[in-house]
C-alpha cells in the first residue's frame, strides 16, 4: 500500500479520508457528477498529450483492465535513457510513493513537470500535488528545473478543430511550490503511518469534509451523529457548522439553547423541527407573490449540458448549452393547463433550433415562472447574443420571468420536510408527500439534472430503440420539473385563500 498524487492530496485534505480509501472504500456514497467529471479529466489528460510536440505515453494495462505500473515505470525508465523529449504518464516509484507526471519534458540541464487540469483555475490543491510530484521526481535522481500547470481557458471559443493551444493556459508554478514542498517529507511520512493504521482514526466532522472537495464518507463518518444537526442548517458554511460543533452546539435544540444567531430560514427551520410545527404559512407574503403574476402564465425550465472540451463552434469550455425544455402554460388563472416541450437533436449544435422554437412558444411580454431563474435568464442571455436576430424576442421573454423560489426564500412557506433545502427537489415531495406522479424516483432512467445531462450527451450513434427509450425519459424528466411548479402555484393559490 503506497502512496500516489491523489492519495497525497486527499491525505492533505483529511488523514481519514485516506484511511477509508485503504480500508473501507466501500462506504462511499456513490456520486455520478463525480464518475463523469473523473472521465472528462481523463478525456483532457489525453488531448494534452499533444502540448509540447511529439511524445510518447508510457501507459500499459493489466488483462483485467487496471494500471500495470510496473510496466509503466519500465517504460519510463526506458524512454529516460532513450533521452526521449516528452514523455507522457512518465510513472516514478520511490520508497513507498508513486506518482505518474502527465508530461515530463526534457530541456538541456534537467526536467520540466506539466500537470494537467480540466478545470479553469489553479488551486492549492494543484499546488500540493506538483510538490509531491516534483519531491518524488527528485529523490527519484532528476533535476526539476521547472513545474508547470496546464489548465483549461475559458475564454476559448471553439471554431473549427480543437486547438489544444488555445484550449490551455500554460502557467509556471514553480516559484509558487515552496511552502508546499517544505511540507512533502512530513506529510508523506505521517500518510504512510496513516495508511499503515490497522485501528479507525477518530475525526470529527468539520470543513475539512467539504472542501476542497465533499468528501464522499460523509454519510458513514456522521452516522452517529443526532438527525438533523448543526450541519444541515440552511446554507450553513463547513466551518460555521465545524465551530459551533466544536462547541458543542450539535442538535437543533442546542443551537436553540445557544442562542446563536440564525437567519429566517434557519429559524424556521430549527423551530419547525424542534416544536414539530405544521407548515409555516404566510399568506400575505405569498399573496403579494402571486399578485406580481399576470396571464396568461407559462412554466419553463431549461436542460443543459456543459463539457470541458466545447463539443461545437462558438461555444466555450464549460458554457452551459442548453437542449431541452418544458413549457406548461394557462391562459387564464383556472384555465386548462397545456403543454409545449423541445428536445433537439443530439448530433449538433441544439442552441438555434431551441432558441427558435422557444420564441414561437412563448409569446412576447407575457410572465414566465421559473424556479430559481437566474439559470434559465442566464441562458436565455447567451442565446440572445449569439442569434442577434432573435435577441430582441428571446430578452422579452427573459425580462418577464419571475421566480418561484422567491416564496420560500423568502420564508413565506416552510415546511420540516423541506430539511433546509429550498430545492424544488425537496420542497415539491414536502409540500406533495404522498403524490407518486410528483415523485422523481418513479422516473424512468432519468431522475435528476445531471442524469438528464449524461443521458443526453450519451444518445449519439445509440440504437433506434434504446434512443427513443432514453429521449422520452428525458420528455418525462423535464415535464415533472414544470408540472412541479404548476402544483406549487396552485397550492400557493390554495394557501392564501
Ligand atoms: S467525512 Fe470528513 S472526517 Fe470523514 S473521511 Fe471525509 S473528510 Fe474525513
Known sequence: MNLSKSKYTRYCQCPKMLWMDTYKKECATQDPALERRFKEGNEVGDLAM?????????????????????TMLKNTKKYLAQGVENICEAAFSKNRCYCAV???H???????????KSSTEITDVYLLDCAYQKWVLG???????????????????RSGEVDIHQLFTIEDVTDRLPPYYAQVAENVAAALEYIDKKDEPDMGPGAHCFKPYPCLYWDYCT????????FDLYRISGSKAEEYYNKGIVTFADVLRAGIKLNNIQYKQVTSEQFDLPTHVDKLGIKAFLDTLTYPLYFLDFESFQTCVPLYDGIRPYQQVPFQYSLHYIIEPDGELLHKEFLADENSDPRRALAERLVEDIPQSVCTLAYNKAFECMVIKQLAEVFPDLSEKLLNIRENIHDLLDVFRDGFVYDKAMGGSLSIKSVLPAMFPDNPDLNYH?????HNGTEATATFLSLRGMEKSERDKLRASLLAYCKL?????????????????
Not at 526534457?106 to 494537467?116: D, F, L, P, S, W
Not at 452516522?223 to 448543526?230: A, F, I, W, Y
Not at 418513479?442 to 432519468?446: G, I, R, W
Not at 404548476?486 to 400557493?492: A, D, G, T
Request: aromatic fraction near 10%.
Open 106 to 116: 526534457k530541456t538541456a540541464t534537467g526536467y520540466e513537470i506539466y500537470e494537467v
Open 223 to 230: 452516522r452517529d451523529l443526532p438527525k438533523p444537526n448543526v
Open 50 to 70: 499533444g502540448l509540447l510536440g511529439d511524445f510518447v505515453e508510457t501507459t500499459a494495462y493489466t488483462d483485467d483492465g487496471k494500471l500495470d505500473i510496473p
Open 442 to 446: 418513479n422516473l424512468n432512467d432519468v
Open 102 to 104: 502527465d508530461i515530463l
Open 481 to 497: 420539473d414544470t408540472m412541479a411548479m404548476v402544483k406549487l402555484w396552485q397550492r400557493l393559490r390554495e394557501l392564501c385563500v
Open 139 to 157: 529523490n527519484s535522481g532528476l533535476n526539476i528545473e521547472h513545474v508547470f500547470i496546464a489548465y483549461i481557458n475559458n475564454k476559448y471559443v
